[in-house]
């Protein structure tokens, strides 16, 4: 290759200078900085577990499970073999479509250490092998009220108490799901279970530090040894195949063909109990696709999902007031982005802190032009019902982020150390006492729960950030019926 020719007037020498280090035009902030930034704050957002604190993890879980049994055997209405989806993270941190405003506001390292939020199918239909169609004539889109003529007369018979009925003129009744009534059964039923459960404490059992209603879930927190576990329990209505309302989705190129298959996206999707803006309460459902983003997640690459995970801890704090914006708009944003963009783009292993800035642009954007399309149902539009005024709030203390991406970052870094020192510190104090898994019997040949402590941190591990779907029959938590992705264990 010839040498670069030298400059004519105004030269100052042949040597050549080293490049000019890479900057974000809009910040001046160098890239690198913020790529190291991004790395910073995943290392400690995201923090290994050792064997105690799997196994602690285990012991919620399985106390959840049993729990959730006893609650069935109450009064027969959860099916009988029910099939739950859990979730890494709150309800808060936007994994799944339901309204922020209503909700308690619980602080990472104040509160709780981990969160997660267990999908709990009141409902199943899961026999059909034609797309869905939902009740939407008087919903929103995205919507659906659900009418129970869809299912047998025991299961009216079990669920009347939790309908609002309508009579048509010609006479006949119609009982439909009401996602309110079931969220009051659903943590009455919780809370009786859990008072007859703590009449008879058990050697082990997890202590109970709050159970809240927020809007439509159930938020219970769990001491655990020297854990404190949130979990956000939403009762849903669970579909197999696919709603008919989203069927063209399916016609369109999308970032994940050839990686996984259409069976695995299209496997089912439910309803969760949350309304339109102008929807009525008591009757409308929305619909989540929960399932399919769990298998979509195993296609982004780990430097977006860096980015989208700092990017979700500057705007929880920021644009909290007032609630508008949550983490799952964030979300659809980013899965719109990897239909537009290229793959090898995306894969690049040192851009976080592109996709980063390109994902606050993506935010301002939305909220500019008030329009954040649903990734599924691309029709409805989740910023519809936002005044003005707040969107152009939220706008401008996002152009407030883009002008210094480094310095958010560094606030973003800090509010996490400080959560995980407030959570070691009560580690540190002995806020709980070390309690062996519910199974136990505090002695010490404790082999079965070691290996499966050692089994769960293998597949922390290995599988950082995904969420696990249980399978489980109250007649027997004895065993672990739970799923990452596609592997069960």
């Not at 995205?142 to 048509?168: N, Q, Y």
């Not at 989705?249 to 999308?254: D, F, G, K, P, V």
Request: aromatic letters at 8%; proline letters at 5%.
């Amino acid at each position: 290759m010839a040498a670069p020719l030298a400059s004519k007037a105004g030269s100052v020498g042949t040597n050549s200078k080293p490049p000019f280090p890479e900057l974000d035009f809009r910040s001046g902030a160098r890239v690198e900085e913020l790529n190291k930034l991004i790395q910073e704050f995943t290392k400690h957002d995201q923090r290994e577990y050792d064997d105690q604190r799997a196994l602690e993890i285990h012991t919620a879980k399985d106390f959840i499970f049993s729990m959730l049994g006893m609650v069935q055997k109450l009064d027969q209405k959860l099916p009988v073999a029910n099939e739950y989806l859990l979730l890494s993270g709150g309800v808060r941190e936007g994994v799944v479509d339901i309204d922020l405003d209503e909700l308690n506001v619980y602080a990472r390292g104040t509160d709780y250490d981990m969160d997660f939020t267990l999908l709990v199918p009141a409902l199943k239909l899961h026999d059909r092998n034609q797309p869905v169609t939902l009740d939407m004539r008087h919903s929103a889109l995205c919507h659906s009220w659900l009418s129970l003529r869809l299912f047998d007369e025991g299961t009216i018979s079990k669920w009347k108490d939790c309908c609002t009925i309508v009579d048509h003129i010609n006479g006949a009744t119609n009982y439909f799901f009401s996602p309110t009534k079931v969220a009051d059964w659903f943590y009455d039923s919780i809370s009786i279970v859990l008072s007859e459960i703590q009449k008879k404490p058990q050697r082990g059992m997890p202590k109970v530090e709050k159970v809240e209603k927020n809007g439509t879930i159930i938020s219970i927190i769990l001491g655990v040894g020297s854990s404190r576990m949130l979990y956000d329990i939403v009762p849903v209505v669970s579909f197999k195949g696919w709603p008919a309302v989203a069927q063209s989705w399916l016609m369109e190129n999308h970032f994940w063909d050839g990686k996984i298959t259409e069976e695995e996206v299209i496997s089912g999707f439910y309803l969760v109990p949350a309304c339109s803006y102008k929807g009525k309460k008591d009757n409308e459902w929305r619909l989540s696709f929960a399932r399919s983003e769990v298998q979509l997640k195993k296609c982004i690459s780990s430097s977006l999902m860096q980015a989208y995970q700092a990017c979700k801890a500057i705007i929880i704090k920021l644009l909290s007031r007032p609630k508008a914006i949550s983490p799952y708009h964030l979300r659809s944003m980013m899965l719109w982005a990897c239909d537009r963009l290229p793959a090898n783009y995306l894969a690049q292993e040192d851009y976080a802190a592109h996709f980063l800035l390109g994902l606050i642009d993506d935010l301002q954007h939305c909220l500019v032009n008030k329009m954040c399309p649903n990734y599924f149902i691309p029709q409805c539009n989740m910023l519809e019902h936002l005044s003005e005024e707040t969107v152009m709030l939220h706008a401008r203390k996002l152009s407030s982020v883009r002008s210094d991406p480094a310095e958010h970052l560094r606030t973003a870094i800090e509010h996490v150390k400080a959560a995980n020192r407030l959570t070691l510190e009560l580690q540190r104090r002995g806020s709980t006492t070390s309690i062996p898994s519910p199974q136990s019997d505090g002695g010490d040949t404790n082999q079965p729960d070691d290996r499966l402590a050692k089994k769960l941190q293998q597949l922390v591990t290995e599988n950082p950030g995904k969420s696990i779907s249980v399978f489980i029959n109250p007649d027997d938590v004895t065993r672990p019926h739970f799923r990452i992705d596609d592997k069960f264990f």
